[in-house]
T-cell receptor, first 115, second 115 residues
Framework: NAGVTQTPKFQVLKTGQSMTLQCAQD?????MYWYRQDPGMGLRLIYY???????DKGEVPNGYNVSRLNKREFSLRLESAAPSQTSVYFC??????????????FGPGTRLTVL | AQSVTQLGSHVSVSEGALVLLRCNYS??????LFWYVQYPNQGLQLLLK??????LVKGINGFEAEFKKSETSFHLTKPSAHMSDAAEYFC?????????????FGSGTKLNVKP
């Protein structure tokens, strides 16, 4: 099992450009998440998908859109990149078990710089 | 609402010394608690978790944590630090239940191990 994979690993954009970050998991997990990580701020939730066919905003959704393409894939789109979106982006997934949401598994991250 | 507080954004210990990283949580319902470790330029890896049962939980690399409901704490310890333990550590909480629940992360503690 590859676990959670993310592409690309690195990206440099100019202000105003758009791009899509890809995420896939092969663990048959129900739920998927996108976080951003900035120094001293921990992980902040951008969007999540509790199950296939649903998506919801997290705490910092502005400037982003998501698509839950199927159970495996969850993409994050920046329509018009801004320097404030320079960050490391992590995708994660979880199983939903009888007792509740279980462990989150994380991808390796995408390091995005917006000039 | 749920939240996590990690006391100390930076902790420095000598090799062989006790490691103690503090985590306090707020949750109105029984929690699931997690510790994750992040090595430089990598994603987050699960170190250990508490769901139900024994309140002293053992994880990988000699780490353990104890769930103390009365103190709303889940502190991470290791008896003897190793140079390879230098990393950033994140505490996280989610709630028990049959439905999907979000995770809430602390802001992280960077552990420095001195030779």
């Amino acid at each position: 099992n590859a676990g959670v994979t993310q592409t690309p690993k690195f990206q440099v954009l100019k202000t105003g450009q758009s791009m899509t970050l890809q995420c896939a998991q092969d663990m048959n997990h129900n739920s998927m998440y996108w976080y951003r990580q900035d120094p001293g701020m921990g992980l902040r939730l951008i969007y999540y998908s509790a199950s296939e066919g649903t998506t919801d905003k997290g705490e910092v959704p502005n400037g982003y859109n998501v698509s839950r393409l199927n159970k495996r894939e969850f993409s994050l789109r920046l329509e018009s990149a801004a320097p404030s979106q320079t960050s490391v982006y992590f995708c994660a997934s979880t199983a939903l078990l009888a007792g509740g949401t279980d462990t989150q598994y994380f991808g390796p991250g995408t390091r995005l710089t917006v000039l | 609402a749920q939240s996590v507080t990690q006391l100390g954004s930076h902790v420095s210990v000598s090799e062989g010394a006790l490691v103690l990283l503090r985590c306090n949580y707020s949750s109105s319902v029984p929690p699931y608690l997690f510790w994750y470790v992040q090595y430089p330029n990598q994603g987050l890896q699960l170190l250990l978790k508490y769901t139900t049962g024994a309140t002293l939980v053992k994880g990988i690399n000699g780490f353990e944590a104890e769930f103390k409901k009365s103190e709303t704490s889940f502190h991470l310890t290791k008896p003897s630090a190793h140079m390879s333990d230098a990393a950033e550590y994140f505490c996280a909480v989610t709630r028990r239940g049959n439905n999907f629940n979000k995770f809430y992360f602390g802001s992280g503690t960077k552990l420095n191990v001195k030779p």
